[in-house]
T-cell receptor, first 115, second 110 residues
Framework: DGGITQSPKYLFRKEGQNVTLSCEQN?????MYWYRQDPGQGLRLIYY???????QKGDIAEGYSVSREKKESFPLTVTSAQKNPTAFYLC??????????????FGPGTRLTVL | QKEVEQDPGPLSVPEGAIVSLNCTYS??????FMWYRQYSRKGPELLMY????GNKEDGRFTAQVDKSSKYISLFIRDSQPSDSATYLC??????????FGTGTSLTVIP
């Protein structure tokens, strides 16, 4: 089955702790993205990566970090510096960013709750 | 001003109705447009993708782009209860960074 997987589905974190969300794709897509979804605010871009070992900040990167050591994996770390981390996190990928085949396909999401 | 504006609804229609969902935008450079359907607590599912202006049809779904008015629409014909979901529009100038609407919540009543 081709697709994007995210784990875990639900995650609980205590204040002051870092936590890493997993995103894996077997679509052979070049680009991967992390979004945050909050009620009434739509999806906001955190980080994106067009190729391995390279990534760029999105609109709300503060308090987050990423790595792209492998084409199929793009983990997101939510650090203790993120002031309001409780949200629904979505990972996406696209085949040809910047070109015509740039549709983004999403994973099932991870719901993070800070206790 | 937000890049993309979308009426959050909620929108409630009877089964079989034609549904019209809309987004407006401010950036005239946008040329890639997408519509997603998102069920509660799930990831968005790509429904329609349009490049530049014009119409695109896929089954019961039709996407329209009017770049002169900076306005895009998604029409759903013969709406079904299974169409009940939140619909998100997304658009981009460069095909890399996309801007999303807040989503419109739709309920189709049997």
């Amino acid at each position: 089955d081709g697709g994007i997987t995210q784990s875990p589905k639900y995650l609980f974190r205590k204040e002051g702790q870092n936590v890493t969300l997993s995103c894996e794709q077997n679509l052979n897509h070049d680009a991967m993205y992390w979004y945050r979804q909050d009620p009434g605010q739509g999806l906001r871009l955190i980080y994106y990566s067009q190729i391995v070992n390279d990534f760029q900040k999105g609109d709300i990167a503060e308090g987050y970090s990423v790595s792209r050591e492998k084409k199929e994996s793009f983990p997101l770390t939510v650090t203790s510096a993120q002031k309001n981390p409780t949200a629904f996190y979505l990972c996406a990928s696209s085949l040809n960013p910047g070109g015509r085949l740039n549709e983004q396909f999403f994973g099932p999401g991870t719901r993070l709750t800070v206790l | 001003q937000k890049e993309v504006e979308q009426d959050p609804g909620p929108l409630s229609v009877p089964e079989g109705a034609i549904v019209s969902l809309n987004c407006t935008y401010s950036n005239s450079a946008f040329q890639y447009f997408m519509w997603y359907r998102q069920y509660s607590r799930k990831g968005p599912e790509l429904l329609m993708y349009t490049y530049s202006s014009g119409n695109k049809e896929d089954g019961r779904f039709t996407a329209q782009v009017d770049k002169s008015s900076k306005y895009i629409s998604l029409f759903i014909r013969d709406s079904q209860p299974s169409d009940s979901a939140t619909y998100l529009c997304a658009m981009s100038a460069d095909g890399n960074q996309f801007y999303f609407g807040t989503g419109t919540s739709l309920t189709v009543i049997p």
